[in-house]
């Protein structure tokens, strides 16, 4: 456990974004430890097909640490930056900086000559993650902005109609506030950070999946990346498919598709326009079943899809019958 020094007073800086950089480490992080349950299997062997077109790219981001440096993820500066924005923020990156973060993510081992010079290094990163980005994030990116959207305004709505803490306590089931701190449930890990007088930026950020990114002591700013709700629905359809609604029902079928982030009883509910009791006897059919585990977050018992649920819903997707096409149409 990791608690993250962050009081009453702090709310007053505290700001959401969406960051196309993030997305972008975020994504590497996938393709690096495997992504998750299986849902972007496809995505993952199509990107992974093109990495050697960027070379740069991978010796920064596939280091033999597993670290991503801080410059590659300066804090957004508005609410919706464009990734030429964030491009250009990261390319003014002092060198001093760029060098020593790379250096730390290949100690003890030899530098790529590509990397060895921050002045170049930025030079050739700059285009390459443009066109990685062409590649990976472009075709989901309308997904990832809608998810992020989504995100931001259900957290500004609980925050409206309830409470500061309990718009915290809705992020993520990793994630909790005591009031005075941000409480970070990494396994194994425990430690005390604190925002040294700079503002949290929160990043909803689809590819983050079940982990959270925590950038504490970057000169640059704190940022911490977790996944909307609702984004296991960027690989899957919007509506349950009709091999998954004729195994479990349409409404189980629902709840089962929604739940690939965190959600509370109410919030399916709410989501899926159910009776309470009647999302809380799917949501508990679901978990007896081992397709749902829950994880309690404060006063709140919040349900996600398990791997075995991930699984379910992406086979029944593949399964889906083709429709014919009309006589006569190629």
Do not use: C
Request: charged share 15%.
């Amino acid at each position: 456990m990791i608690a993250w020094e962050f009081g009453s007073a702090d709310l007053a800086g505290l700001r959401f974004a969406h960051s196309p950089l993030a997305e972008v480490v975020a994504s590497a992080f996938v393709l690096r430890n495997g992504g998750h349950g299986g849902l972007q299997a496809s995505w993952r062997s199509r990107v992974l097909a093109s990495l050697p077109r960027w070379p740069t790219f991978r010796a920064v981001l596939f280091g033999p640490h597993g670290h991503s440096p801080d410059f590659l993820t300066p804090p957004p500066r508005t609410a919706r930056p464009t990734l030429a924005e964030e491009l250009a923020a990261m390319a003014a990156s002092p060198l001093d900086e760029v060098a020593a973060q790379v250096s730390a993510a290949w100690a003890g081992h030899d530098q790529p000559p590509e990397i060895r010079d921050p002045r170049t290094l930025l030079a050739l990163l700059v285009p390459e993650i443009r066109a990685y980005f062409e590649v990976a994030i472009v075709p989901l990116w309308p997904r990832l902005r809608a998810a992020a959207d989504a995100e931001i305004a259900g957290a500004a709505r609980t925050m409206a109609d309830h409470s500061a803490r309990a718009m915290m306590a809705r992020l993520h089931p990793k994630l909790d506030w005591t009031g005075s701190a941000l409480l970070l449930r990494y396994p194994g890990k425990q430690g005390q950070w604190t925002l040294d007088g700079h503002h949290l930026t929160l990043l909803p950020t689809g590819f983050a999946g079940a982990e959270v990114f925590a950038m504490p002591d970057s000169p640059a700013g704190r940022t911490l990346w977790y996944a909307p709700g609702g984004h296991g629905n960027i690989w899957l359809p919007t509506a349950p498919n009709a091999p998954l609604a004729a195994l479990l029902g349409p409404s189980r079928a629902a709840v089962l598709a929604l739940v690939s982030a965190p959600y509370s009883t109410g919030e399916v509910a709410h989501q899926l326009g159910l009776a309470a009791g009647t999302a809380s006897y799917h949501l508990t059919t679901l978990r007896d079943t081992g397709l749902v585990t829950a994880v309690r977050a404060g006063r709140r018992l919040l349900y996600q899809r398990t791997a075995l649920g991930d699984q379910l819903v992406q086979d029944s997707r593949l399964t889906t019958p083709a429709r014919r096409s009309p006589a006569g149409s190629a």
